[in-house]
């Protein structure tokens, strides 16, 4: 466990931890830690099985969380980038480009967080200027004319709200992009893979089939900014977590998904490898069960998807 970064619902663990590593110093005999070797996971297993929404938006801000480049860098071989909006600028909260998954060529979009305070600073914290969507829109425009399957990864608290960013068309830049992957002839695979938030996650989620990991989080606004509006104050940001159903039982369940992804039983920073297989396998069976589509086909299955949310049965 990264000690660095203990979130708090991982403190019983470290220090039961602590103390199998001093016994083990002092020379315990080994059947003695095995038992608390096993007292350990199954603490473990009910800790991780019982997560709050709250204590799961705070896992999946991690900041040793894979990121887009993180499974880029592991699934597709080789990848080219493709850089700048052909307007303003380069925004490197978004990495666009092509490569090849598994024998297919694909075009990737998706957000990237960065791993230190430098990087961070460089990805303005994974939050996208107006640039930055604009550049996503010009590859789903290149992914359509050359017959591009579109995978994105989702891992933002939201669209940057500066006003620089306002000045330049923050909402136009967003609902563009919504535009163009809605009309795209080609599959879309939209894939959380951190926090999902707010119209800068939706930007890229337009996609015939939607996916989140198992300790993902999407919303419509992050858990901290519903409780400043509703009680005035971000301490509720625990309440507000829970009611927006953020996770991604809860999204499963009302429809607004369509596949959990496995994770590491600790979270996808605890095992990146691991994690890379699970997301590369359900990525693979997603794609594949949209290849029986043509083109206005997707089209429409994807208008009916979204269309569909939020429907309910009268009585």
């Not at 016994?23 to 007292?39: K, S, V």
């Not at 929404?53 to 699934?75: F, G, I, M, N």
């Not at 919303?219 to 409780?227: K, P, Q, R």
């Not at 507000?240 to 996808?268: C, H, N, S």
Request: proline share 5%; with cysteine.
């Amino acid at each position: 466990m990264a000690q660095a970064f203990l979130l708090p619902f991982e403190e019983p663990l470290a220090r039961l931890r602590d103390q199998i590593d001093e016994l083990a110093a002092l020379g315990t005999p080994r059947a003695d830690l095995a038992i608390l070797e096993e007292q350990h996971e199954t603490i473990t297993t009910e800790i991780y099985a019982r997560l709050s929404a709250w204590e799961k938006v705070q896992l999946c801000r991690h900041p040793l969380r894979p990121s887009t480049l993180d499974y880029v860098s592991a699934l597709i071989e080789p990848f080219v980038e493709l850089c700048g909006d052909r307007a303003f600028a380069d925004d490197k909260a978004i990495v666009t480009g092509i490569g090849t998954f598994r024998g297919r060529n694909v075009a990737i979009a998706g957000h990237r967080k960065g791993r230190s305070a430098k990087e961070n600073s460089e990805r303005n914290f994974g939050m996208p200027h107006p640039e930055g969507y604009r550049k996503a829109e010009r590859l789903f425009g290149l992914a359509d004319q050359f017959g591009l399957p579109i995978v994105t990864f989702i891992d933002t608290a939201g669209a940057y709200p500066g006003l620089e960013a306002e000045e330049r068309g923050q909402s136009e830049a967003i609902g563009s992009c919504i535009a163009a992957l809605a009309r795209v002839t080609v599959p879309v695979v939209s894939i959380v893979v951190g926090e999902g938030g707010s119209g800068g996650a939706l930007a890229l989620g337009v996609g015939n089939l939607v996916l989140l990991q198992h300790f993902a989080t999407y919303s419509v606004i992050t858990a901290e900014g519903c409780a400043s509006i509703l009680w005035r104050t971000s301490a509720r940001a625990p309440d507000a977590a829970e009611r927006l159903k953020v996770t991604a039982q809860d999204l499963f369940a009302l429809g607004v998904i369509d596949k959990i992804i496995d994770e590491p039983k600790r979270g996808a920073h605890t095992d990146p490898v691991g994690a890379t297989r699970f997301l590369g396998d359900a990525l693979e069976a997603a794609l594949g069960s949209l290849r029986s589509l043509d083109g206005p086909a997707l089209r429409e299955h994807r208008y009916a998807r979204f269309r569909a949310l939020g429907r309910t049965a009268e009585r």
